[in-house]
Protein backbone atom coordinates (compact mmCIF):
# COMPACT_ATOMS: atom_id res chain seq x y z
CA UNK A 1 0.00 0.00 0.00
CA UNK A 2 1.54 3.32 -1.21
CA UNK A 3 0.45 6.31 1.24
CA UNK A 4 0.45 9.70 -0.31
CA UNK A 5 1.38 12.33 2.02
CA UNK A 6 -0.13 15.87 0.80
CA UNK A 7 1.59 19.28 2.05
CA UNK A 8 -0.28 22.12 3.34
CA UNK A 9 0.35 23.99 0.14
CA UNK A 10 -2.14 20.55 -1.78
CA UNK A 11 -4.52 20.90 0.83
CA UNK A 12 -5.35 24.54 0.92
CA UNK A 13 -4.29 26.66 -2.23
CA UNK A 14 -3.56 29.93 -0.06
CA UNK A 15 -0.91 28.22 2.04
CA UNK A 16 2.41 29.28 1.33
CA UNK A 17 5.11 26.91 -0.23
CA UNK A 18 7.53 25.63 2.66
CA UNK A 19 10.54 27.46 0.62
CA UNK A 20 8.16 30.17 0.11
CA UNK A 21 9.92 32.45 -1.99
CA UNK A 22 12.16 30.02 -3.93
CA UNK A 23 14.80 28.35 -2.12
CA UNK A 24 16.38 27.62 1.16
CA UNK A 25 18.80 30.40 1.33
CA UNK A 26 16.27 33.08 0.07
CA UNK A 27 13.60 31.61 2.09
CA UNK A 28 15.56 32.17 5.37
CA UNK A 29 16.51 35.38 4.56
CA UNK A 30 13.34 36.73 3.92
CA UNK A 31 11.49 34.88 7.11
CA UNK A 32 14.78 36.64 9.11
CA UNK A 33 13.64 39.92 7.97
CA UNK A 34 10.16 39.89 8.47
CA UNK A 35 10.84 37.89 11.84
CA UNK A 36 12.98 41.10 12.75
CA UNK A 37 10.99 44.19 11.52
CA UNK A 38 7.87 42.27 13.22
CA UNK A 39 9.41 42.32 16.78
CA UNK A 40 11.00 45.46 16.78
CA UNK A 41 7.62 47.27 15.11
CA UNK A 42 4.92 45.53 17.58
CA UNK A 43 7.13 46.04 20.53
CA UNK A 44 7.49 50.19 19.69
CA UNK A 45 3.44 49.77 19.62
CA UNK A 46 3.37 47.92 23.01
CA UNK A 47 5.00 50.13 24.73
CA UNK A 48 2.95 53.35 23.36
CA UNK A 49 -0.26 51.30 23.81
CA UNK A 50 0.74 49.97 27.51
CA UNK A 51 1.45 53.32 28.82
CA UNK A 52 -2.00 54.76 26.83
CA UNK A 53 -3.86 51.92 27.88
CA UNK A 54 -2.95 51.99 31.96
CA UNK A 55 -3.39 55.84 31.78
CA UNK A 56 -7.29 55.26 30.65
CA UNK A 57 -7.41 52.83 33.31
CA UNK A 58 -5.74 54.89 35.97
CA UNK A 59 -7.77 58.60 34.79
CA UNK A 60 -4.72 59.82 33.76
CA UNK A 61 -3.83 61.25 29.80
CA UNK A 62 -0.68 59.38 29.33
CA UNK A 63 1.73 59.97 26.12
CA UNK A 64 0.21 62.57 23.75
CA UNK A 65 2.77 65.48 22.87
CA UNK A 66 5.24 63.55 20.04
CA UNK A 67 3.53 63.22 17.24
CA UNK A 68 -0.39 62.04 16.73
CA UNK A 69 -1.77 60.25 20.08
CA UNK A 70 2.10 60.44 21.51
CA UNK A 71 2.24 58.25 18.74
CA UNK A 72 6.27 58.86 17.99
CA UNK A 73 6.98 58.82 22.02
CA UNK A 74 8.25 55.63 21.93
CA UNK A 75 10.59 56.38 19.09
CA UNK A 76 11.79 59.60 20.78
CA UNK A 77 12.46 57.27 23.64
CA UNK A 78 14.65 54.78 22.02
CA UNK A 79 17.12 57.31 20.19
CA UNK A 80 16.96 59.10 23.98
CA UNK A 81 18.40 55.64 25.10
CA UNK A 82 20.83 55.49 22.05
CA UNK A 83 22.38 58.38 22.89
CA UNK A 84 22.92 58.19 26.16
CA UNK A 85 26.25 57.43 27.52
CA UNK A 86 27.30 53.73 28.71
CA UNK A 87 28.48 53.46 32.10
CA UNK A 88 29.44 50.36 33.84
CA UNK A 89 30.95 49.73 36.58
CA UNK A 90 35.31 49.44 37.69
CA UNK A 91 34.34 46.53 39.54
CA UNK A 92 32.26 44.65 37.10
CA UNK A 93 32.77 42.12 34.73
CA UNK A 94 33.05 43.92 31.40
CA UNK A 95 32.94 41.07 29.13
CA UNK A 96 30.06 39.74 30.58
CA UNK A 97 28.33 42.71 31.56
CA UNK A 98 28.13 43.89 27.36
CA UNK A 99 27.15 39.92 26.70
CA UNK A 100 24.07 39.60 29.00
CA UNK A 101 21.72 41.95 27.44
CA UNK A 102 22.33 39.92 23.74
CA UNK A 103 21.84 36.78 25.97
CA UNK A 104 18.88 37.91 26.65
CA UNK A 105 17.42 39.63 23.37
CA UNK A 106 18.70 36.75 20.59
CA UNK A 107 16.01 33.93 22.11
CA UNK A 108 13.48 35.84 22.30
CA UNK A 109 13.96 36.74 18.41
CA UNK A 110 14.37 32.85 18.33
CA UNK A 111 11.58 31.93 19.16
CA UNK A 112 9.84 33.07 16.48
CA UNK A 113 11.32 30.92 13.89
CA UNK A 114 8.67 28.35 14.92
CA UNK A 115 5.37 30.67 15.15
CA UNK A 116 3.32 30.55 12.31
CA UNK A 117 1.57 33.91 10.91
CA UNK A 118 -0.43 31.91 8.45
CA UNK A 119 -1.15 28.54 6.30
CA UNK A 120 2.69 27.59 5.93
CA UNK A 121 4.11 31.26 6.68
CA UNK A 122 6.63 30.52 9.27
CA UNK A 123 10.50 30.16 9.02
CA UNK A 124 10.75 26.69 10.13
CA UNK A 125 7.96 23.88 10.69
CA UNK A 126 9.50 21.95 13.26
CA UNK A 127 7.65 18.93 14.77
CA UNK A 128 8.64 19.67 18.36
CA UNK A 129 7.91 23.64 17.99
CA UNK A 130 6.33 24.27 20.89
CA UNK A 131 9.04 21.82 22.94
CA UNK A 132 11.34 24.75 21.18
CA UNK A 133 9.44 27.32 22.34
CA UNK A 134 9.87 26.33 26.16
CA UNK A 135 13.72 25.40 25.75
CA UNK A 136 14.50 28.57 23.81
CA UNK A 137 12.46 30.85 25.74
CA UNK A 138 14.36 29.62 29.26
CA UNK A 139 17.41 31.02 27.99
CA UNK A 140 16.83 34.42 27.70
CA UNK A 141 16.89 34.32 31.54
CA UNK A 142 20.71 33.58 31.41
CA UNK A 143 20.90 36.90 29.99
CA UNK A 144 19.65 38.07 33.70
CA UNK A 145 21.30 36.22 35.67
CA UNK A 146 24.83 36.68 33.87
CA UNK A 147 23.64 40.62 34.19
CA UNK A 148 22.74 40.37 37.80
CA UNK A 149 26.50 38.22 38.41
CA UNK A 150 28.14 40.50 35.89
CA UNK A 151 27.08 43.80 37.90
CA UNK A 152 28.87 42.94 41.51
CA UNK A 153 25.67 44.96 42.86
CA UNK A 154 23.74 43.37 45.39
CA UNK A 155 20.73 44.64 44.16
CA UNK A 156 21.11 43.33 41.02
CA UNK A 157 22.42 39.75 42.34
CA UNK A 158 18.74 39.39 44.43
CA UNK A 159 17.32 40.31 41.50
CA UNK A 160 18.65 37.67 39.39
CA UNK A 161 18.37 34.67 41.59
CA UNK A 162 14.96 35.86 42.17
CA UNK A 163 14.57 35.65 38.73
CA UNK A 164 16.25 31.48 39.10
CA UNK A 165 13.63 31.25 41.85
CA UNK A 166 10.90 31.91 39.25
CA UNK A 167 12.43 29.82 36.58
CA UNK A 168 12.35 26.68 38.45
CA UNK A 169 9.11 27.04 40.07
CA UNK A 170 6.98 28.27 37.32
CA UNK A 171 8.54 25.84 34.05
CA UNK A 172 6.65 22.90 35.86
CA UNK A 173 2.86 24.30 35.64
CA UNK A 174 3.48 25.99 32.46
CA UNK A 175 4.76 22.76 30.56
CA UNK A 176 2.35 20.92 32.08
CA UNK A 177 -0.40 23.39 31.01
CA UNK A 178 1.39 22.88 27.75
CA UNK A 179 0.75 19.46 27.57
CA UNK A 180 -2.86 19.53 27.95
CA UNK A 181 -3.04 21.28 24.02
CA UNK A 182 -0.51 18.48 22.93
CA UNK A 183 -3.00 15.64 24.26
CA UNK A 184 -5.72 17.49 22.62
CA UNK A 185 -3.61 18.02 19.51
CA UNK A 186 -1.97 14.88 18.98
CA UNK A 187 1.04 16.91 18.37
CA UNK A 188 3.82 19.13 19.67
CA UNK A 189 4.20 21.12 16.05
CA UNK A 190 2.76 24.38 16.39
CA UNK A 191 1.12 24.29 12.55
CA UNK A 192 -1.08 21.28 13.77
CA UNK A 193 -2.07 22.75 17.16
CA UNK A 194 -3.29 25.29 14.79
CA UNK A 195 -4.91 22.87 12.47
CA UNK A 196 -6.68 21.38 15.25
CA UNK A 197 -8.33 24.32 15.93
CA UNK A 198 -10.29 24.93 12.96
CA UNK A 199 -13.69 24.32 14.10
CA UNK A 200 -12.80 25.52 18.01
CA UNK A 201 -10.32 27.39 19.57
CA UNK A 202 -8.89 25.21 22.58
CA UNK A 203 -9.36 28.03 25.05
CA UNK A 204 -12.88 26.49 25.21
CA UNK A 205 -11.76 22.66 25.95
CA UNK A 206 -8.71 24.51 27.91
CA UNK A 207 -10.29 27.35 30.05
CA UNK A 208 -7.85 25.73 33.17
CA UNK A 209 -5.03 25.09 30.92
CA UNK A 210 -5.11 28.48 29.87
CA UNK A 211 -5.48 30.19 33.25
CA UNK A 212 -2.31 27.94 34.29
CA UNK A 213 0.05 28.85 31.33
CA UNK A 214 -1.17 32.57 31.38
CA UNK A 215 -0.25 32.76 34.96
CA UNK A 216 2.92 30.75 34.63
CA UNK A 217 4.20 32.45 31.45
CA UNK A 218 3.21 36.45 33.18
CA UNK A 219 5.67 35.18 36.25
CA UNK A 220 9.03 33.84 33.72
CA UNK A 221 9.04 36.99 31.84
CA UNK A 222 8.68 38.84 34.96
CA UNK A 223 5.37 40.88 34.27
CA UNK A 224 3.53 42.34 37.15
CA UNK A 225 2.45 41.69 39.48
CA UNK A 226 5.50 38.73 39.16
CA UNK A 227 7.72 41.55 38.75
CA UNK A 228 9.61 40.84 41.88
CA UNK A 229 13.34 41.01 40.11
CA UNK A 230 13.39 44.99 39.48
CA UNK A 231 11.41 45.49 42.05
CA UNK A 232 12.37 49.63 42.79
CA UNK A 233 11.04 49.98 46.18
CA UNK A 234 12.96 46.90 47.12
CA UNK A 235 16.18 46.45 44.69
CA UNK A 236 16.34 49.96 43.36
CA UNK A 237 15.91 48.74 39.72
CA UNK A 238 17.17 44.97 40.29
CA UNK A 239 19.22 43.28 37.63
CA UNK A 240 19.85 46.23 35.34
CA UNK A 241 20.59 48.43 37.69
CA UNK A 242 24.32 48.67 36.42
CA UNK A 243 22.85 49.15 32.84
CA UNK A 244 22.37 52.42 31.08
CA UNK A 245 22.46 53.35 27.05
CA UNK A 246 22.03 50.77 24.72
CA UNK A 247 22.47 47.99 26.78
CA UNK A 248 19.13 49.04 28.74
CA UNK A 249 17.49 49.51 25.75
CA UNK A 250 18.80 45.82 24.71
CA UNK A 251 16.83 44.75 28.24
CA UNK A 252 13.86 47.41 27.84
CA UNK A 253 13.37 45.47 24.22
CA UNK A 254 13.62 41.72 25.46
CA UNK A 255 11.01 42.40 28.19
CA UNK A 256 8.22 43.58 25.93
CA UNK A 257 9.87 40.78 23.19
CA UNK A 258 8.70 38.42 25.76
CA UNK A 259 5.24 40.02 26.25
CA UNK A 260 5.62 39.29 22.63
CA UNK A 261 6.27 36.11 22.32
CA UNK A 262 3.63 35.10 24.90
CA UNK A 263 1.08 36.48 23.76
CA UNK A 264 2.02 35.00 20.11
CA UNK A 265 2.32 31.52 21.70
CA UNK A 266 -1.31 32.30 23.91
CA UNK A 267 -2.84 33.26 20.38
CA UNK A 268 -1.67 30.12 18.38
CA UNK A 269 -2.27 27.44 20.90
CA UNK A 270 -5.46 28.21 22.48
CA UNK A 271 -6.85 31.02 20.58
CA UNK A 272 -6.92 29.43 17.02
CA UNK A 273 -3.70 31.31 15.91
CA UNK A 274 -4.47 32.51 12.05
CA UNK A 275 -7.32 31.01 11.94
CA UNK A 276 -10.80 33.40 11.26
CA UNK A 277 -13.60 34.26 9.35
CA UNK A 278 -13.30 36.77 6.62
CA UNK A 279 -10.30 38.26 7.43
CA UNK A 280 -6.49 37.75 6.42
CA UNK A 281 -5.10 34.81 8.55
CA UNK A 282 -2.42 37.69 9.29
CA UNK A 283 -4.82 40.55 10.07
CA UNK A 284 -6.54 37.68 12.93
CA UNK A 285 -3.13 36.17 14.20
CA UNK A 286 -2.03 40.36 15.06
CA UNK A 287 -5.93 40.66 16.77
CA UNK A 288 -5.29 37.61 19.10
CA UNK A 289 -1.79 39.58 20.16
CA UNK A 290 -2.81 42.37 20.98
CA UNK A 291 -6.34 41.22 22.80
CA UNK A 292 -3.65 39.24 25.00
CA UNK A 293 -1.14 42.19 25.30
CA UNK A 294 -4.24 43.89 26.43
CA UNK A 295 -5.19 41.34 28.52
CA UNK A 296 -1.71 41.01 30.29
CA UNK A 297 -1.66 45.03 31.25
CA UNK A 298 -5.04 44.87 32.21
CA UNK A 299 -3.62 42.32 34.38
CA UNK A 300 -0.31 44.89 35.29
CA UNK A 301 -2.51 47.93 36.03
CA UNK A 302 -5.21 45.78 38.72
CA UNK A 303 -3.09 43.93 40.62
CA UNK A 304 -0.54 44.74 43.36
CA UNK A 305 2.87 43.25 43.05
CA UNK A 306 3.15 39.96 45.08
CA UNK A 307 6.12 38.92 47.59
CA UNK A 308 8.58 37.00 46.97
CA UNK A 309 6.93 33.97 49.62
CA UNK A 310 3.81 34.71 47.88
CA UNK A 311 5.34 33.96 44.20
CA UNK A 312 6.74 30.99 45.55
CA UNK A 313 3.43 29.21 47.05
CA UNK A 314 1.25 30.38 44.08
CA UNK A 315 3.35 28.12 42.06
CA UNK A 316 4.15 24.93 44.66
CA UNK A 317 0.64 24.60 46.25
CA UNK A 318 -1.89 26.10 43.45
CA UNK A 319 -0.74 25.76 40.28
CA UNK A 320 1.39 22.84 40.27
CA UNK A 321 -1.65 20.95 41.77
CA UNK A 322 -4.09 22.07 39.42
CA UNK A 323 -1.89 21.98 36.71
CA UNK A 324 -2.21 18.00 37.29
CA UNK A 325 -6.03 17.85 37.85
CA UNK A 326 -5.75 19.35 34.27
CA UNK A 327 -3.56 16.80 32.72
CA UNK A 328 -5.84 14.19 34.09
CA UNK A 329 -9.07 15.33 33.33
CA UNK A 330 -7.36 16.06 29.78
CA UNK A 331 -5.71 12.65 29.28
CA UNK A 332 -9.37 11.15 30.54
CA UNK A 333 -11.65 12.58 28.00
CA UNK A 334 -8.84 11.96 25.31
CA UNK A 335 -9.12 8.59 26.10
CA UNK A 336 -12.81 8.42 26.38
CA UNK A 337 -12.47 10.31 22.87
CA UNK A 338 -10.25 9.31 21.09
CA UNK A 339 -11.09 10.50 17.68
CA UNK A 340 -12.09 14.33 18.92
CA UNK A 341 -13.48 16.27 22.10
CA UNK A 342 -17.28 16.74 21.14
CA UNK A 343 -17.97 20.12 21.89
CA UNK A 344 -20.66 18.85 25.27
CA UNK A 345 -16.89 18.75 27.05
CA UNK A 346 -16.53 22.60 26.41
CA UNK A 347 -19.24 22.93 28.96
CA UNK A 348 -17.98 20.00 31.10
CA UNK A 349 -14.51 21.70 31.32
CA UNK A 350 -15.67 25.38 31.77
CA UNK A 351 -17.44 23.46 34.98
CA UNK A 352 -14.65 22.05 36.06
CA UNK A 353 -12.77 25.18 36.05
CA UNK A 354 -15.15 27.18 38.10
CA UNK A 355 -15.08 24.72 40.63
CA UNK A 356 -11.83 23.67 41.16
CA UNK A 357 -10.56 27.28 41.56
CA UNK A 358 -12.46 28.46 44.13
CA UNK A 359 -11.78 25.03 46.26
CA UNK A 360 -8.42 25.21 46.00
CA UNK A 361 -7.98 29.21 46.74
CA UNK A 362 -9.64 28.09 50.07
CA UNK A 363 -7.32 24.80 50.61
CA UNK A 364 -4.04 27.04 50.36
CA UNK A 365 -3.37 29.94 51.53
CA UNK A 366 -0.69 31.65 49.99
CA UNK A 367 -0.47 34.56 52.72
CA UNK A 368 -2.50 37.07 50.68
CA UNK A 369 -3.34 38.64 53.95
CA UNK A 370 -1.73 41.44 56.27
CA UNK A 371 1.46 41.03 57.50
CA UNK A 372 1.77 40.08 60.78
CA UNK A 373 4.66 41.78 62.73
CA UNK A 374 5.24 40.52 66.14
CA UNK A 375 5.68 43.20 68.77
CA UNK A 376 9.01 44.92 70.08
CA UNK A 377 10.00 43.94 73.62
Known amino acids: MTTLALSSAALNPAALASD ?42 GPNRTGPFGLLQSLADALKLMLKEDIVPDSADHA ?9 LVPVLSVFVVIPFADGAALADLNIGILYVIAIGSVASMGIITAGWASNNKYSLLGAMRDIAAIVSYEIPLAMAVLGVVIIAGSLSLSAIVDAQSSVPLIFFQPLGFLLFFIAACAEINRSPFDLLEADSELTAGFHTEYSGMKFALFFLAEYGESLVVSAVVATIFLGGWRGPVLPPWLWFLGKVFAVFLFMVWVRTTMPRVRIDQLMALAWKFLFPLALINLLVTAIEVLIWPNGLPWPVIFLNIAIFLAVIPIFSRLFKLGWGRVEVPALR
Open 20 to 61: WPGNFWLHWAVFSVLILAFVLGVVIIFVWLERRFMARMQARI
Open 96 to 104: LHWLAPIIA
